[in-house]
Nanobody
Framework: QVQLVESGGGLVQAGGSLRLSCSASGSTSTSIFRISVMGWYRQAPGKQRELVATITTSGSTTYADSQKGRFTISRDNAKNTVYLQMNSLKPEDTAVYSC?????????????WGQGTQVTVSS
């Protein structure tokens, strides 16, 4: 099993910044579970969960259009940690942000989710 623990959420004014962190623990040794993609998703009240950004082990990134230029995802493979730097935050960025990890125990793919961290942007 792999556990994902997020931190860094909170309340910020519009235009401000926050940095989220997500650390994977448990069976994260590459001899047991090889994580290939880590990412962030968010879910606002009354809306479906949506992609924020993902990053592969090699550093390839994907962003949702609404976050391009404002958010930056990065990863420390040695620490099994992914970060999300969020700048120029808007009230519409208010949501629960959840960390996601996709990897393999050798056969097939398995994904894990963190419990989420609340980000609230006031106008």
């Amino acid at each position: 099993q792999v556990q994902l623990v997020e931190s860094g959420g909170g309340l910020v004014q519009a235009g401000g910044s926050l940095r989220l962190s997500c650390s994977a623990s448990g069976s994260t040794s590459t001899s047991i579970f090889r994580i290939s993609v880590m990412g962030w998703y968010r879910q606002a009240p009354g809306k479906q969960r949506e992609l924020v950004a993902t990053i592969t082990t090699s550093g390839s990134t994907t962003y949702a259009d609404s976050q391009k230029g404002r958010f930056t995802i990065s990863r420390d493979n040695a620490k099994n940690t992914v970060y999300l730097q969020m700048n120029s935050l808007k009230p519409e960025d208010t949501a629960v942000y959840s960390c996601n990890a996709i990897g393999s125990y050798g056969v097939g793919l398995v994904q894990y989710w963190g419990q989420g961290t609340q980000v609230t942007v006031s106008s």
